[in-house]
Structures are given as C-alpha cells and as structure tokens.
C-alpha cells in the first residue's frame, strides 16, 4: 500500500541479494515472470555486500517499497573458520530481523547448501544443522519473513546435481543449473502464494477422481482406492485443515455416492467433511454456480478437480473464474501433478477463523434453516441474538485484520490491501488507528467478520476504509460497526464522520449501504462516481439502528452475488501445465532454452558449421546458452551475447556433458570458439585414456636397474 511522492503505487521489485554470485537467477525467474503474468522488476543487490545492504537504512533493501526482498547465503561464505561461524549467522540473523520488521514487503530467506568439500567432516555437519535450526528460531516470528528450505526445494523439483566446483573457482558461482532453476521457481511460487487472491473451495468430482470405478456401477464396495486416490484424498483433505471448503460435484446418484464412503472407512476423506454437495445429472457449471450462491463466495474462489477431459472443458467454458484442474490419465502420475499444483500452495500463518471456517459453514446452514422457518426477517435476526464486539486490533488479531483487508472484496468501502507489515506499520506509526469486529449468535461464533480503519481529521472522523465480510452481512453488523464508529468521534471530539469510498470491480454491495446511509440520514443522494465521501454529523450516526425491511427484494440489494459478480478478465496462470510439465528442473530447463530458442533470428547465416560429433555437442552446449538456433565453429562466443557469467557457465555444462573439467584460462587466454575448444577438449581426453599407461610406463621404469636403463638406451640408438 505504499505510494511514493507523487502518491503512484511503485512497480514491483524482485531484489536478491546473496553471499555468492546469484545471477544465474535470473533467467528462470524471468521466464516465470513471463509465463505468470508477473509484472516484477528484477534487480540483484551488489556482489559480496550482502551484509552492508542489509543494515544501510536507505539502501536497496530498505528502499524497496512494493514487491519483495530475497536473502540467499552459505555458512561458509559467512566466516573463514567454523569457530566463528556461530556468531557471524546469529549477527546475521539479527539483522535480517531488524531489517524485515523496518520494511512492508515480504521477505524470501533461504539457507543455501554449503559445497561437499566444507561438510567433510561430522562435526561440521552438526555445527551446519545445528546453525540452521537456531536461524530457523530466530526468524520464524518475524510476521514478513518467509523461510524457503533450499532441501525440500532439491527434493521437490528432483535436482540430483547441485555442487558446481567448476563455476564456484572460476567466478563464485557454487551451484549447477539445475538448482538455479529450482530456486527461482519456488522463489517465484511463494511469492505468487502472497499475491494471489485465495481460493477458498475444492469442489471435487467422484467417480475415477476420489477413487478407481464408477460407484453407480460397480457398487459402492467395487470401487477402489488406490495408492493415486489416496494421496489424492490425503492432499485435499490437508487443504480443509488449511481453511479450505470442499464440496462434491458428481454426475451420479447421491445414495450411491454416500454408500461409497460408508462402505470405506480407510479413505482419508470422509462424507462429513464436505460443507456441500451438488450430486445430480445436471451440468457442472451449473451445480458451481448453484454452490458458488449457497456458500455465498465468488466462483473465482473455487478449485474444480475431475478426471474427465470432457466434463472439464464445459466447466472452463460456462464457468472461466473457476481454476479447473484436469488430473493426469496415467495414475501414477497423480501425486506429482498434486505436488506440483501451486493453487494448493499456502504461504501466510492460518488464523483461528482458517481452522474453523468448516465448522463456520455448518453453523451458516443451521441459521438458514432457522431464516426459512421464520416468518420475516425481523423475527429471524431477533431469534439468532446476535452479540456484537469491537476491539482494537491486537498482535494476536492482527494477521485476520490484514487478511480481511485482502479478501472482502463485497462489502469493503475503498478496497484497501494490507499485508500484515504494513498494517501494523500504519498502525504502530499513527497513521491510521481501527478496531476489529467479532460476531456469535446462538448458534456459535462467525468469527472476526469486520475491520473498521479511522484517524482524526480536521472536524471529522475519518474513515478511509470498513470492510465486513459476506457471511456477517444482512443482520445489521455494518450498521452497527458505524454507530460505534460515531462514538469514538464523539470521545475525540469530531462533529462528524467521513466515510470515503472507492469503486471497485466487486463491492457495489459497499456502495448501496452507502447510498442508503445518504437518503436514509441526509436526505440526500449518494454520489454518482468512482471515489466519493459521506460526511454524517456524530448525532445521527450514533442512534443508526438496522431495521429489517418488510421486502426481501430490500435485503437483496445488501447481499452479495458471488455467481454474478466476477473479477475483470485477466491472464491466469496455467497451473494445469505447470502441474504437468514443469515439475522438475530438466524439464524447466529445456523450457527456458525452448524460449530463448523463440527468441533468436532463424535467418543467421552459419560460414562454418560443426564437422565432427564433438564440435556438434558443443555448439549444441552453446546454443542452449546463448539461446541460438545455430553456430559456427570460428564464431567468437562473447561477439555472439556471450559474457563472463556464460563463460562460467560453458565449462560447467562441458564438465557436466562431456566429463572435462578445462581450466580457467581457456575462455580467456584466446579466442573462444568451438573449433579452439574442441582442440582443448580433445587434448583433455587424450590425456585422461593415456593416463594410465602413462603411469604404468613410469613406474617400470622406476623399477629398472642402471645396467638394463643402459642396455634399452642402446638399442634405442640403434
């Protein structure tokens, strides 16, 4: 939420800053950028200052307003000697800390491998094992700081090769492509992870989705689950412990569907988990939508899961919001596409309503069922005695305060994000005070629903921004929220409050109870216009009382419409095809030199093409580089796009390719091209197979007496 000078909200930026050269960062980043839609610039903090651009206040890292800050470090970059190794990460680890919590973005930390040669010994080891978890310990509390576990992020994306002695020597550049490659992406993972809109349900087919068989047919005891449906049902039974909603949409008979998970106790999921079902021989699209109103969420908020390539087109097609997945034809293949689906990825801590949001849902349906039996809606809301509470926002509120600011898109008069730093900036500098709002009725609590944000104006309390979230709305706790608002204006002295309001693409509900406000306390119309204000005088706010209309066309007006409503169109990104073909590091590799391939000019014409198998493998080590279709054996590397880090690069990838390990000097002591590196190349072979005769020979003749030394030199001269 921070504005500059000329009040702009600032690009985005991407800083890294590393105790090793991190550049080769910057490719896959780029190309997740492009393939995401991320708007981002990317810039690297200076070489080997890391710790001086942390603690500078106005320098890179401070400086950084919107987007977010990447830390990357080696123990052993951080000291000479492992005696004082301890004190250096722990002096680290302060800092870090004090710089997190003076800035507003998120920060990426990750503890970066130490090379095989630093880990000979076991008690480096441990001292190495031990410094992370006290790092871990000292970080894990900063609210803005993310810790990203460089061990899960080889596992994950499959990097078998990480140590690069090669490039580490030759210009500080410690690791293979594969685990640049890795690190970038879930680099940029987590980040999308923030920035993302969340989705709130799973809505999940049946039938060779949550088991093998079609239960219709083979009856409830025929079907299978399999290891697949198992961990399948296992993942998404984790996202409900997340916060998530999960509802079934099957083309099936709900007996049939029911009977199923009663007739197998050891699937994961079971029949009560799900907040809603819409079994039925109906089109999908249909019954999402039809759930999307009973849940009273946005469809953009839902995740469909189905292993029907047919049932999945026509939900894409009537229902676009929704993030259809298409899980893979081939079973086995199924909990990598599940590890690999980053819609299921959650970055931020769950609040206490995340963990109870089912719960929450089934209290919603008991009070619906309580609205259909009453005779209007005043005698409804009277029923379900409402207990409204307002406090200020505490460090234990704090992370739903920020979330509610991130999620309400309906009710929310100015539609103001907040990351949780920089809501508790604005609030621990005085630049905005607020209180939260907490709601139970008889039939239990729905949460902390609502968040008020004001500071004193010149005759007025100003009110930039309240928000309530849908499941809260229609029982008079926004008109209550105002008139609590009037008293704490009256307490400070103001003779009115300001309600500032700005259009969005979803929170006309905002407006209308706005405009109601105008007509019903001012007698007067509520502007016409994206950003509008309305000043009510104290007296008149603070006796404002909900009065349940006699009309439900009325209440209507205030209620959300999450099947009508939808976001402005914008490119998603296609997690189906991540999930499916970028999941691993060769594969993201071959994408990224598949881009830089598209990139390059076909019409180069080549004078001197590859004529023999070795200069054809380097010149396709060069091409997968410099991101060419074709080179040839007298072009010079660096005339071509090549440059120092590439360089570092080509004798990595000929090392890893062709089992050379070629000095330093070969990329600068001459001209660098294929046919000069060939000939090195091939005098490097020449001696690796003749080595060994070569000390065979050698030591015979170290086992020769004078006589016979004496006798063969004769011969020879004979």
């Known amino acids: 939420m921070a504005l500059n000078s000329e009040g702009i909200e600032p690009e985005p930026r991407l800083l890294i800053g590393a105790t090793f050269t991190a550049t080769p960062l910057e490719e896959p980043i780029r190309f997740w950028f492009d393939e995401l839609n991320l708007s981002y610039r990317l810039e ?22 919107r987007g977010a800050n990447v830390v990357l470090f080696r123990l052993e970059d951080l000291a000479p000697s492992a005696q004082s190794l301890e004190a250096h990460a722990l002096e680290l680890a302060g800092v870090l800390r004090r710089a997190a919590s003076a800035t507003q973005v998120p920060w990426l930390v990750s503890v970066c491998p130490d090379s095989p040669r630093c880990l000979e010994t076991q008690e480096r080891q441990s001292l190495g094992e031990r410094l992370r978890l006290a790092l871990h310990r000292e970080l894990a509390g900063q609210p803005n700081v993310f810790l990203i576990s460089a061990d899960a992020v080889i596992a994950r994306y499959e990097v078998t090769e990480v140590d690069d002695p090669l490039g580490e020597r030759a210009g500080h550049v410690p690791y293979r492509d594969f685990f640049f490659a890795a690190l970038g992406t879930q680099l940029v993972r987590t980040i999308l992870a923030l920035e993302r809109d969340p989705f709130k349900v799973i809505a999940v087919d049946c039938d060779n989705t949550l088991w093998t068989g079609i239960c219709g047919e083979d009856g409830p005891t025929g079907v299978v689950i399999d290891e697949a449906r198992r961990s399948l049902q296992h993942v998404v039974a984790a996202q409900r412990q997340q916060g998530m909603l999960l509802a079934l949409v099957s083309k099936n008979n709900q007996p049939d569907v029911e009977a199923t998970f009663a007739s197998h106790p050891e699937m994961p999921l079971r029949w009560s988990d799900f907040a809603a079902t819409r079994i039925n021989w109906e089109p999908k699209s249909t019954n999402l939508v039809q759930l999307a109103s009973h849940l009273n969420l946005g469809l953009n908020s839902f995740i469909f899961l189905d292993d029907d390539a047919k049932e999945c087109a026509e939900v894409r097609r009537e229902c676009p919001e929704v993030q259809t997945l298409q899980l893979p034809a081939v079973a086995k293949e199924i909990p990598r596409f599940l590890q690999h689906a ?73 539609l103001r994000r907040y990351t949780e730093a920089e809501l508790k900036a604005a609030l621990d500098n005085g630049e905005l005070d607020a209180f939260t709002v907490a709601v139970n009725d008889r039939f239990g609590s729905y949460g902390l629903v609502g968040l008020l944000l004001y500071r004193p104006g010149a005759g007025s309390l100003d009110v930039p921004c309240f928000m309530l979230s849908c499941r809260a709305l229609g029982r008079g706790v926004e008109h209550r929220m105002l008139a609590h608002a009037a008293e704490l204006a009256k307490q400070a002295g103001k003779a009115a409050v300001n309600m500032e309001f700005q259009q969005g693409p979803r929170n006309q509900p905002a407006r209308e109870f706005l405009s109601r406000l105008s007509i019903q306390l001012l007698h007067k119309r509520f502007p016409d216009a994206q950003t509008a204000s309305l000043e009510i005088p104290v007296d008149e706010l603070r006796l404002l009382q909900y009065l349940p209309p006699d009309t439900p066309s009325i209440v209507a007006a205030s209620a959300p419409q999450p099947g009508i409503d939808h976001k402005p169109a914008t490119r998603r990104p296609d997690y189906e095809r991540i999930a499916k073909h970028l999941n691993n590091a060769p594969r993201i590799l071959a994408a990224i030199a598949e881009k830089r391939r598209q990139r390059s000019t076909p019409e180069r014409a080549i004078t001197s093409p590859p004529e023999t198998s070795l200069q054809r493998q380097l010149a396709s080590i060069w091409c997968d580089l410099l991101g060419l279709r074709a080179v040839g054996i007298d072009d010079d590397f660096f005339d071509l796009g090549g440059h120092s880090l590439l360089a570092v690069q080509l004798l990595s990838r000929i090392h890893r390719d062709l089992g050379i390990e070629l000095p330093d000097s070969v990329i600068y002591s001459e001209k660098l091209r294929i046919r000069n590196l060939a000939r090195h190349v091939e005098l490097q072979q020449l001696g690796v197979e003749h080595q060994a005769d070569y000390q065979e020979l050698l030591a015979e003749i170290e086992a020769l007496s004078d006589e016979e030394v004496a006798a063969l030199l004769a011969d020879e001269e004979r």
């Open 342 to 414: 980053w819609v299921f990825d959650h970055v931020k801590p769950l609040t206490s309503e995340d963990h109870r949001r089912s719960e929450m849902y089934s209290e919603e349906q008991q009070r619906g069922r309580l609205e259909r039996q009453s005779r209007d809606l005043a005698e409804f809301i009277a029923s379900l005695r409402l207990e409204v509470l307002f406090a200020p926002v505490t460090p234990e509120t704090l992370p739903r305060a920020a979330q509610l600011t991130q999620r309400t898109n309906q009710m929310n008069s100015a």
């Open 44 to 65: 690297f903090a200076p070489y080997q200052q890391l710790l001086a651009a942390l603690l500078d206040p106005a320098g890179l890292f401070a400086a950084n307003r």
